[in-house]
């Protein structure tokens, strides 16, 4: 077969149902995260999406009016809690896909490079996967050092690329497991997201391992940070760049 339209034909010619027609050509792959759709007027790039590709997420427009509040627990950087009450990773993904999907959090709709060389217009949803991308990336932001955390964004780039390209079983990508590991040793704690009409925000997050110190942030009286210090430090910053 050329095109879809011909492999409709045929399936149907054969009374095979199928839930794909004409006017809804579009080709969905479905899993446990969420759903990837595409064909159809999704190829022409300028097109708005419609809103009956999607079955996972609400329509923003429709979403409620007041904001959910979640709080996604983390041990050693595996999501443990909801709300905190104890689950299954799986367990989350459906709790989490349920309440993003209320707030139509983790629609996507992006130009992809594939890996056989071409452009595609892929569209997502991805409600859990995005809330907990949100979650673990602040709490990451509050226990991991700063040369950690910029290494970890490199490391993050790499690992997805292998996913995306199917190297899920490779040497390559063993190791860097190895390396997250031991990254996330002490990313363990709680982050409370903000969901409000597809959006999803972190507004707070604590852990026994936090790295912040609020008497060296402050800018009020109980500061503890010597301030004389950065005097000397401008200096030498500075310094390759003096005449």
């Not at 990773?89 to 709790?95: A, F, G, N, T, W």
């Not at 899920?168 to 982050?191: C, M, N, R, S």
Request: glycine share 6%; hydrophobic share 35%.
């Amino acid at each position: 077969f050329k095109t879809r339209d011909e492999e409709i034909d045929y399936l149907n010619s054969k009374n095979i149902k199928i839930a794909v027609t004409k006017k809804k050509p579009y080709s969905i792959d479905t899993n446990i995260y969420g759903r990837a759709i595409e064909c159809g007027i999704l190829e022409n790039p300028w097109t708005e999406p419609p809103e009956d590709i999607y079955a996972m997420t609400v329509n923003p427009v429709k979403a409620p009016n007041k904001p959910a509040y979640v709080e996604v627990g983390f041990a050693k950087g595996i999501p443990v809690s909801v709300d905190g009450k104890k689950y299954s990773s799986i367990e989350i993904v459906k709790k989490l896909n349920e309440i993003g999907g209320k707030n139509a959090v983790g629609r996507v709709d992006m130009i992809e490079n594939r890996l056989v060389g071409i452009k595609s217009r892929e569209n997502y949803e991805n409600p859990a996967g995005t809330i907990l991308h949100t979650a673990i990336a602040d709490l990451e932001s509050l226990v991991l050092d700063r040369e950690s955390a910029r290494f970890k964004y490199l490391v993050s780039q790499k690992y997805a690329e292998l996913i995306y390209f199917g190297l899920w079983f490779t040497p390559l990508k063993a190791q860097l497991d190895a390396y997250i590991e031991k990254l996330h040793e002490h990313t363990t704690g709680v982050v409370r997201l903000k969901l409000l009409k597809g959006a999803c925000q972190a507004v707070g997050r604590k852990s026994q391992f936090s790295r912040y110190s609020e008497s060296r942030a402050t800018y009020g009286k109980n500061d503890t940070f010597n301030q004389k210090l950065a005097e000397g430090f401008n200096h030498l910053w500075a310094l390759p760049y003096m005449k």
